[in-house]
């Protein structure tokens, strides 16, 4: 995936607010052929150029979007928070056609009155019936949608000696940072195929290298997450979707909870954002990973003999 310089801000995009609940026939979705396609896509940074608000367009939202001139149509799952959320503003700000889904509907429909054009939809990833109303909007509304980013995930601190552990977290954990992951690839996949070019990004963890033992769930999802990507990679070799896996280090966010939104030694989200986005301008993603300087040494930990020094600084005795 390369990435256009330059970024521009949005000017006069359409107004609007979307926050869809829909009941849908679950029939007739194209699959489609891949024929003869390039592999990859690149996620432009230059505005869309028209302003739709003067075009005429329809008065329903969803409709009007859907018929906007954009780069590219991207897909964030969790992108009501965090990482997923400046993502989705970053390239929304840069001309593409974005949709974002998560739980809240309160804070997508905040969203969506902050920043008219963009697209929220509610999703429950382990309600099939949710994911599958996503789905005929997407394949219905997006036809042309060529990026995924499957972001959604969620983290919990396990004290697995404490005499009363369960697996009621661990269990919400590998439902939505590995199921979740899984049934959003299998929705969209289909689509993606279809496509000239097109991307799909899973948000992983430097820690799937090497864990956090306080986090012992989380940082299991994330490794299986890796090894999944590899094997994905390897067998879309010949389709034309390039699969990326995005592998972020502590970053200012609510995923712990709130403490680590505002924790100093956390990356702060846009500082994070921005060094990804570049590297994506780059083409600096080797295998597939997206992984800042500071966190090669935990990468390759096992490879430079260096695993069983770095796992005791991260979690002394």
């Known amino acids: 995936?390369?990435?256009?310089?330059?970024?521009?801000?949005?000017?006069?995009?359409?107004?609007?607010?979307?926050?869809?609940?829909?009941?849908?026939?679950?029939?007739?979705?194209?699959r489609g052929n891949p024929g003869d396609r390039r592999h990859g896509t690149a996620l432009p940074f230059a505005p869309a150029g028209a302003d739709a608000s003067r075009r005429g367009l329809s008065q329903d939202p969803l409709e009007r979007h859907s018929h906007e001139p954009h780069r590219h149509t991207i897909l964030i799952t969790g992108g009501s928070r965090g990482i997923g959320r400046a993502l989705a503003e970053a390239l929304h700000d840069r001309g593409n056609q974005v949709i974002i889904t998560g739980r809240d509907r309160a804070l997508l429909q905040a969203i969506g009155e902050q920043r008219p054009g963009l697209?929220?939809?509610?999703?429950?990833?382990g309600d099939p019936?949710?994911?599958?109303?996503l789905a005929e909007i997407v394949h219905a509304?997006?036809?042309?949608?060529?990026?995924?980013?499957?972001?959604?995930?969620?983290?919990?601190?396990?004290?697995?000696?404490?005499?009363?552990?369960?697996d009621f977290d661990a269990e919400a954990i590998i439902d939505t940072n590995i199921l979740g992951v899984l049934r959003t690839v299998a929705t969209f996949l289909p689509l993606l195929t279809q496509q000239r070019s097109a991307t799909l990004m899973a948000t992983g963890s430097a820690l799937a290298f090497l864990p956090l033992a306080s986090f012992p769930t989380y940082c299991a999802s994330k490794a299986f997450l890796h090894s999944w990507l590899v094997s994905l990679r390897h067998q879309l070799r010949h389709l034309p979707v390039e699969v990326l896996e995005l592998s972020p280090p502590y970053v200012q966010t609510g995923l712990t909870g709130e403490a680590q939104a505002t924790d100093p030694r956390a990356m702060p989200v846009?500082?994070?954002?921005?060094?990804?986005l570049l590297?994506?301008?780059?083409?600096?993603?080797?295998?597939?990973?997206?992984?800042?300087?500071?966190?090669?040494?935990?990468?390759?930990?096992?490879?430079?003999?260096?695993?069983?020094?770095?796992?005791?600084?991260?979690?002394?005795?």
């Open 270 to 276: 846009q500082e994070y954002v921005q060094q990804v």
């Open 279 to 317: 590297k994506l301008e780059r083409g600096d993603h080797p295998r597939g990973e997206l992984l800042l300087e500071p966190d090669q040494a935990r990468r390759w930990a096992e490879r430079d003999g260096t695993y069983d020094t770095l796992f005791a600084l991260m979690n002394p005795a």
């Open 129 to 133: 019936a949710s994911l599958a109303d």
């Open 119 to 125: 697209v929220a939809l509610p999703l429950e990833l």
């Open 141 to 166: 509304r997006f036809p042309g949608l060529n990026v995924l980013i499957a972001n959604a995930g969620i983290s919990r601190p396990e004290n697995l000696a404490s005499g009363h552990w369960d």
């Open 1 to 30: 995936m390369r990435l256009q310089s330059a970024p521009q801000p949005r000017n006069g995009a359409a107004a609007g607010v979307i926050v869809i609940q829909r009941a849908h026939s679950r029939e007739g979705l194209s």
